[in-house]
């Protein structure tokens, strides 16, 4: 499969998790740890929507993180077809606890 289609797929995945994972609601209970209420007026929409967004990049940041591993052992230069291939991997098993429900499991 092609590394850019690979990739895409990786962020929907990311993006599925940040919408549907049991962390969101967790993220969005300690808002007021991360949320500058000075800056712009804290509604529950645009909690959730920021929720939502710190999960999906931090499922994209801590899934790569298996594909430097890969990319380090197999000592290549730069990320090939295979590398972010164990991304989409590594993003899908971080998302199970999220998409489970969505395919019946």
Not at 19 to 25: I, T
Not at 47 to 58: D, E, K, M, Q, Y
Request: aromatic share 8%; with cysteine; glycine share 6%.
């Amino acid at each position: 499969m092609d590394r850019n289609t690979l990739l895409v797929a990786t962020v929907v995945v990311c993006i599925a998790n940040g919408m549907f994972s049991p962390a969101l609601f967790t993220v969005a209970v300690l808002w007021p740890a991360w949320f500058p209420t000075l800056v712009v007026p804290a509604t529950g929409n645009f909690i959730l929507f920021l929720s939502s967004l710190i999960v999906s990049t931090a499922t994209l940041l801590v899934s790569a993180v298996g594909a430097a591993i890969y990319e380090r052992i197999a000592g290549l230069k730069e990320s090939n077809s295979a590398s972010v291939g164990v991304w989409l991997v590594c993003a899908l098993l971080l998302s199970l606890p999220a998409l489970a429900p969505m395919l019946g499991a």
